[in-house]
């Protein structure tokens, strides 16, 4: 029996494994008004449960009680890892809480998130999406200092920066030279016996926004999260920004101020979810207005547009509305599987899809069709799906990618296959054509993807499809 559920498990990572994975989501509140003990804790799990796409093997919360900081955190979605006795017992006004799916750092639970120490000004504890790229160089450098590591995720780095900083600072004294030193791609959340206190990279790479709720502040990854909890979004936490909520309201320093942004492409492409707005650009209408890109750049004569669920709808609908074609649901998906525990074989793979995807053979039979997808990573989902519409009888099958070719490997917290996984880094477009087995296959270009976005290269980090990474790579 054991074995069977781990087939299953397996066998239900097929298409998830097929996509880029986010590394983290965090969520963090002060309380200056409340209602009971537990609310930060409470508030915090709904709004982790809100972020819950941006990682679901390990989540942690943590809350101080203005004078020392208490954990709950493990392996597994939130919903398995915090359980309401524990909500019970995490009392006090601010909180901070992490979802993860690990790419630097081994998966297991010494590098759940998150981490809480002591330090020699009391407790802290920290929350950390992205990733650095100088840890190797950071860690040398503790490590002549007599700085030791428990884990081997890069928010222990970080950490050991910050009370190394913090002996004669302010923690956010110590976190704007912390923030000097750590290159890479960062939002991370810190909390103290009585302080809150949030950090963008300088370039904008990872998300992070700050909220209200009823004269309280938070912080999150994804302005989902607040809307899920009842709060206001303010705005965005500025790249290079610290901000500190104590009870005296918020306060904020520019600690660098580069010319340079780069947010992440990616997470108007798949990453975040349709309702949230990062940056001022929402990213329903940033899918919609790719697909409608799309639509322009192609020219297909077919029945219909069908998405891939979920993440190729938005742009689907924004395809089919341009094109003048009807969108239909050609493909449901069973919404309860995804999770991993086992790495799947390539073999695997190929077989899982269908667990997670079915054609609807009444729509599709004798019809041509658009199906539009948001991204391809190595190709193999999109080869079965093909497969899967022609059996259900569809005519003609159409790939259209509402994202250039992936063709290179993200070193700022998303869990990228290696290079050469990658379909786009190993074959041109007309072998991946042949490789899937459509009829014609069409990505979008990088320069209709900024037209969607109304925005210049410079403005995104776009290096999973240009190779051009902004800032240089720890080799
Ligand atoms: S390389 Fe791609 S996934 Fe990574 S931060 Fe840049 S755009 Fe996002």
């Known amino acids: 029996m054991l074995e069977e559920i781990k087939d299953l498990e397996l066998l239900s990572t097929c298409h998830a494994?097929?996509?880029?994975?986010?590394?983290?989501?965090?969520f963090g509140i002060f309380l200056n008004e409340y209602e009971d003990d537990c609310e930060a804790a409470r508030t915090t799990f709904y709004g982790l449960y809100a972020l819950q796409h941006r990682g679901q093997e390990s989540a942690g919360i943590a809350v101080s009680n203005g004078h020392e900081i208490q954990l709950h955190k493990g392996m597994g979605l939130i919903?398995?890892?915090?359980?309401?006795?524990?909500i019970k017992k995490l009392k006090g006004r601010l909180s901070i809480g992490h979802v993860r799916y690990s790419t630097t750092?081994?998966?297991?639970?010494?590098?759940?998130?998150?981490?809480?120490?002591?330090?020699?000004?009391?407790?802290?504890a920290l929350a950390h999406n992205g990733n650095l790229v100088n840890t190797v160089e950071?860690?040398?450098?503790l490590a002549t200092y007599g700085s030791v590591f428990q884990t081997t995720s890069d928010t222990e780095v970080v950490a050991n920066?910050?009370?190394?900083y913090s002996q004669d600072n302010k923690i956010e004294d110590a976190l704007a030279r912390c923030i000097m030193d750590a290159k890479g791609a960062f939002a991370l959340l810190i909390m103290t016996e009585d302080r809150l206190v949030g950090v963008r990279d300088p370039m904008g790479i990872r998300p992070l926004c700050i909220g209200e709720l009823n004269?309280?502040?938070?912080?999150?990854?994804e302005s989902a999260a607040l809307d899920t909890v009842g709060a206001t979004l303010i705005r965005d936490v500025n790249p290079g920004e610290i901000v500190v909520i104590d009870q005296d309201g918020l306060h904020s320093r520019q600690v660098i101020d580069s010319p340079r942004r780069a947010h992440c492409i990616f997470e108007y492409i798949y990453f975040a979810r349709p309702d949230s707005t990062i940056d001022q650009v929402n990213v329903y209408q940033a899918?919609?207005?790719?697909?409608?890109?799309l639509a322009r750049e192609c020219n297909i004569d077919a029945d219909m547009v069908i998405s891939v669920p979920d993440s190729g709808t938005s742009s689907a609908l924004g395809y089919a509305e341009e094109a003048g074609l009807p969108f239909e649901e050609g493909l449901m998906k069973n919404r309860y599987v995804g999770r991993t525990f086992i790495q799947p074989t390539q073999?695997?793979?190929?077989?899982?899809v269908k667990l997670k995807l079915n054609a609807i053979e009444e729509v599709v039979c004798g019809k041509r069709i658009i199906m539009v997808d948001d991204s391809i990573v190595r190709g193999t989902t999109s080869k079965k799906i093909v497969q899967m519409l022609r059996e259900a009888g569809a005519t003609e099958v159409h790939m259209v990618v509402a994202s250039p070719p992936t063709r290179f490997p993200c070193y700022y917290g998303i869990d990228t296959s290696r290079r050469e996984e990658l379909i786009a880094s190993t074959m041109d477009e007309t072998e991946i054509e042949k490789f899937i087995g459509a009829d014609s296959l069409h990505y979008l270009s990088m320069e209709a993807m900024f037209a969607a976005m109304k925005s210049s290269e410079d403005t995104f980090c776009s290096a999973c499809f240009s190779g051009k990474y902004p800032m240089e790579i720890e080799t």
């Open 161 to 164: 920066l910050l009370a190394r």
């Open 138 to 141: 950071l860690r040398k450098r």
């Open 215 to 221: 004269g309280n502040y938070i912080l999150a990854s």
């Open 105 to 124: 750092g081994m998966s297991n639970v010494v590098n759940t998130q998150p981490l809480v120490f002591h330090y020699l000004n009391g407790m802290l």
């Open 347 to 352: 073999k695997m793979r190929e077989l899982g």
């Open 287 to 293: 899918r919609r207005e790719m697909g409608r890109q």
């Open 17 to 26: 494994e097929d996509k880029f994975h986010d590394e983290c989501g965090v």
């Open 79 to 86: 919903t398995e890892v915090i359980k309401p006795d524990h």
